[in-house]
């Protein structure tokens, strides 16, 4: 008899923790992060602290923007939390790396420094996330965006510096 009760009591508490799981879940759809859903195109834009060639411009869009701009293409599953909550951190935190639509807001300084991050984050291949080309696979360089990409960062920090020599940051 002890057994049978038991086992009741075990089962009841287990469908109360599942209705408890679900009951959270449903509930946590409605607590939605605030979408990253500005301009692509601002006068902050980095199309207006440097020249930004169209091949670069699409790279930049295919494979940078959606973490590191303040427009945000969303996919579908981010209506999903957490799903959205942990996609909207990876937002904030690649928006605070470097933000391209407010590239033109920087000091010559800064600028320096993101183009050689930019040129050392892509020749490491740290960039894009891994995680991101899983579902986004267009957005993987290939060997020639890549050299594209790298030039075009180089060449600009490159031009800073040479602009701006006093800007320059000692190693």
Known sequence: MITIVGQTIIMSLKKKILFGILAAFIVIQFIRPERNSGNA??????????TVPPEIKSILTTS????????????????????????NHHVEEGKAEINFSQFNTYGVKRRIKK?????????EKEMPLNSYLWIHGNAKLDESQTKTLLTWANENQKMLEEQYPDSVMRK
């Open 41 to 50: 195109a601002s006068p902050n834009d980095i199309a207006h602290a440097t």
């Open 115 to 123: 183009f050689h991050e930019i040129a050392e984050m892509i020749e």
């Open 64 to 87: 940078c923007n959606d973490c590191h701009s303040d427009h945000t293409e969303y996919p579908w599953y981010t209506n999903i939390q957490p799903v959205g909550w942990w996609l």
